[in-house]
């Protein structure tokens, strides 16, 4: 934060460069046992949700992140009712996941109360999902709650931030092992995957770490306004259903949801990958 | 540009934010006629080129662009022998251009000799092109070119800056007019069309210039790095050819053309669009 007359929040990243972002107010600012948590008011992006520095969602792109990770896996699934969400403590996952008639009940286990709060308080366009009374909000380490769960869920969604800080354990073999038993014989997960061009080498050991377990692995690309780097991917892995294959394009069309971002087409299309892409994934 | 101990470039945005790069050095700099023209050696994306304080390309990610603009139409277009490049001082759209062995010819009309000259020098990543045969390099106006030519192209590629400065009159109607009247019966244009979440009016307003002549007309998109915004777009308008139902995807498969980003299933892909963008171009 600079000077009163020029405020701006500033996320630095480690490829040498940074993005600045014009500020009205600092709503919200309290360093917890996690993690660093900070909501802005922006001059051209709405409310920002800042973890550690880094910019988690803003109010005016959030859509695209949440309608990629929610609606992908829950329209290849032929009938979510169980969904399981690690971290997401904003609410727009949950928010959207809840949208899908099918779901009868959300689990949602993220570790950091402080960001539930701040967003509760803050940011009402995704933390209006805790008023959801299929969602079961559990504040605890999702890596201990899929370790020890017996529940069986039909999508498990990562909504994680980046592989660093309260994130770490989340990017390894051990607890896609227990997200693999967590999940029904048809269930899909889908996690948060970084950015592939300044992030190769974490997405093909994720990349690898899925294939040791699920027959099917795949990657869907996406792009919002306030992820740096233009292009940003998700990984989709499953014990039987093929995100493309197996999607029918109808339910979507049939459905009365509405969205921003999401439709069948960008269903398919995120799967095609570019060139350096598949490189990186194959060699 | 900063002190000496931290150099980095900023590139300001109308929306709010901006990005800055960490810097090694300023190669180039010179105002000239139609605007400042910059090149820098960056800390994590190669060579950089500015037009009046904005970026252009870098080294890093040019290839995304240049794939995209270049490969789209030339594979739409079943057998491209005459190509014009309005624009693309730095060479990297007529470099993928050549690469085609149908094209024998690619003319490409620049209006500023001060960009051809900084890439020569500077970045011969891109300006390698300037040394083929089957390249015809014009310095002049691309817009009185247009008007007055008689020779008539398969594909023509609007590789423009921003539609402020000198590329404003390559944004309207009577342009576009000239530009049908210099295509071939089966001829594309293609034309860099901006950002879908900062320029939704222009890209409307593109959209709408280019219904009006020609029966088919799309958008398709593509993500790099040093764009703002994440997601930028192109045009695609075609007397006779659609982009994807007309698309013979063996042909990319077949040749021996090599890409970064481009390839058969991308092709597709890019025109799919995320609903925000189909709800502003169909009200």
Known sequence: MSSEENKYIEEINPNHFSVKYDVNSLDFSEKGPFQKVEVYSTKGHGKMLLNDDLVMISERDEFVYHDMISHVPLFSHPCPKKVLIIGGGDGGTAREVLRHESVEKCVMVEIDELVVNACKKFIPQTSISFKNSKLELLIEDGVEYIKNTKEKFDVIIIDSTDPIGPATPLFNSDFYGNVYKALSDDGIVVSQ??????????????????????????????????????????????????????????????????????????????????????????N
Chains 1, 2 share one sequence.
Not at 211 to 222: A, G, H, K, S, T
């Open 193 to 282: 995957a970084e950015s592939p061009f300044y992030e190769q080498k974490m997405q093909k050991k994720l990349f690898e770490i899925l294939n040791e377990l699920f027959p099917i692995v795949r990657m869907y690309n996406y792009s919002n306004i306030t992820y740096p780097g233009g292009l940003w991917s998700f990984t989709f892995a499953s014990k039987k259903i093929h995100p493309t294959k197996d999607f029918d394009a109808s339910r979507v069309e049939k459905s009365e949801l509405e969205f921003e971002y999401y439709n069948a087409k960008i269903h398919g299309a995120s799967f095609c990958l570019p060139e350096f892409m598949l490189k990186n994934l194959r």
